[in-house]
């Protein structure tokens, strides 16, 4: 998906975002998540994860979880976002930095995901489940990259990245680099200090020429 593109999904990304008719009890909703981790847990592939055998292990009414989540794809999501680290807040000091902490969460999320086996199994098997990868992406990796778009955007109004490169390209010399090693190279070395040195490689050939 395009970083122009994104944006124009993003409208869609509200459409399957969970529904909740009562005030929100975080308790109800955390023991909720907890139940379906300890059936991840437990070995239980995500397409035998029935509502009914959650609302069992969570100790609540079906009703219950109906009320927050539409569905179980957009359940899943909120369970993946409670096991991955949080998103970042970002500086705004200059591109450099904000996008430094962006790979920073990247790389983060990279450890995470080899350190824990809910997220691993999980992310394996989303693969095979296009409602609940479709309902990912929408919530979680969409607005991840209008974030990285809008600040991209703005480092090309400041002149800190030249002006003659695009959006979308600008974001792939960023964040692929990040992405090969945590998703298409496992064993690879995610080291501190990391997403400083990409960011920095990377925004050599960006910066504009002094004139």
Request: no cysteine; charged share 30%; hydrophobic share 40%.
């Amino acid at each position: 998906m395009s970083l122009a593109g994104s944006r124009a999904q993003d409208g869609r990304a509200q459409d399957v975002s969970p529904v909740r008719g009562r005030p929100r009890s975080e308790a109800v909703e955390r023991s909720i998540i907890e139940g379906v981790m300890k059936l991840l847990e437990d070995g239980v592939p995500l397409a035998e994860l029935s509502m009914e055998r959650v609302a069992r292990t969570a100790g609540v009414g079906k009703a219950t979880i109906y009320r927050r989540w539409r569905g179980k794809e957009e359940l899943f999501v909120d369970v993946l976002r409670a096991a991955e680290p949080p998103d970042p807040v970002l500086p705004g000091t200059s591109v450099r930095e904000d996008l430094v902490v962006l790979l920073e969460a990247v790389r983060r999320r990279g450890l995470a995901n080899r350190s824990s086996a809910i997220l691993h199994n999980v992310f394996a098997q989303m693969k095979s489940s296009p409602r609940i990868w479709d309902a990912y992406h929408a919530n979680v990796v969409t607005p991840r990259r209008l974030v990285l778009a809008d600040v991209l955007r703005r480092g090309q109004d400041t002149g800190e990245l030249r002006a003659d490169v695009d959006l979308d390209v600008i974001g792939d010399l960023v964040l692929g680099p990040m992405l090969v090693r945590t998703v298409m190279r496992p064993d690879s070395p995610l080291p501190e200090g990391l997403a400083e040195v990409m960011v920095d490689t990377v925004l050599e050939g960006l910066r504009p020429s002094a004139s």
